[in-house]
């Protein structure tokens, strides 16, 4: 038999669709030719076959294990993305007369707001956007009013660098977009009545969306909803109600088996996802000044990890370094600038470890680019003396 040598690939650090584990990646690869097994590829599978039927159930039942998913929640296997769950919530959740309550705390978050202003009245309870999505609202009090139809957050904003630690509390049923984190550590499903969670950043390819639904939420729907936009039509169907996405579905069960069965479950993917992130920033602090980040060090998200070199020139040039160096997908989002590393759970401690290596270099290599300005004097008001940087023109 032949062996066939496997390609040395790039390390991804892209902010999404992301990194997915090395094995994931071959049992994909080997199914488009075959599934195990069946004599057929997965891109050739009926969705109305049983062994697509197993594949579904097989990927609900680890859902359901590894988020210790209360009995009254369903899991739902959707298209659309995060952004067709951003009018799905409303057109569900909130009736004419009510409003509901958003937390603004990144790009994604205020998408979602928008998105829900067709469809009913929106209350944000709490605003980041004045300070620059720089932190998260403080936890020891509740967030949201008790009269609101729900309370939307974004657990992980990707493009900001913002997690929260844990699920807020609120007097209303509280709506998670978990899009970039779901299954990346513990989460306490227990007190959200909704979560959804496109696949494309943490556990496949794009064209799935993970929606985790409380019986509570579909009781009270209203009644007239296209069956295509009601959860229930598609709880009812069991997630087929029409064609899924069946390769992706399929390469979230790889995902799925490899989260439970290689890595030992959540609470060991935290630990190694904030070990992760921990590496990347020590390396971010020993370069300083070098690099610079806004994002308040209790809010910073261990999934994406966003800064800045001392000028835009220098972004460019640190995105084309890592490229040749193998370490891919490190440029900001678009609406921003800057650089972003992203730590998906595909992503590993090697894979950081050589990050944090570059980073280091490269601020090294560069380091002569960047001259402290004098301190400023601290003036009678109060002004900071902490110098500001200004880099050279770049040779
Ligand atoms: C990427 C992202 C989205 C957008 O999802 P689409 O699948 O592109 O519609 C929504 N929310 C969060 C948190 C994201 O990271």
Known sequence: ???STRPALARNFSGGPGALPRRVLEQAQEAVLELPNTGVSILGLSHRSERFRAILDEAE????????????????????????????????????????????????SKKSVEAARYHGQVRVAWNGEPDGFRCLPGQDAPLGASDAAYLHYVSNETVDGLQFPAVPSSPAP???????????????M??????????????GPAGVTI?????QVLAHRPSGL??????????????????????????VLLSLRWLEDDMGGLVNMGRINHEKAAMVREALRLAAPFYTSSVEPACASDMN????????????????HAD???LVGTKGHRSRGGLRISLYNGVTLEDARAMAQFLLEFAHQHRDQVIPAPPRCISPQGGDARSEHVALPMS
């Open 174 to 188: 509280i709506v998670c977009d978990a899009s970039s984190d779901f299954l990346s550590r513990p989460c306490d």
């Open 61 to 108: 039942e680890r859902v359901r294990r590894l988020a210790h998913l209360p009995k009254t929640h369903h899991v739902l296997f959707l298209q659309g993305g995060g952004t067709l769950q951003f009018s799905m919530i409303p057109l569900t959740m909130l009736p004419p007369k009510r409003s509901a309550d958003y937390l603004v705390t990144g790009y994604w």
């Open 1 to 3: 038999m032949r062996t």
């Open 190 to 203: 227990s007190r959200v009545s909704l979560l959804y969670a496109h696949a494309q950043k943490n556990l």
């Open 324 to 326: 040749s160096a193998g």
């Open 305 to 320: 990890v966003v800064f800045r070199c001392p000028t835009p020139a220098l972004d460019a040039r640190f995105v084309e």
């Open 211 to 215: 929606v985790l639904v409380d019986e």
């Open 226 to 251: 296209p069956p295509i936009l009601d959860y229930r039509a598609h709880a009812d169907a069991r997630s087929l109600l029409h064609t899924p996405a069946v390769f992706s579905c399929y390469v």
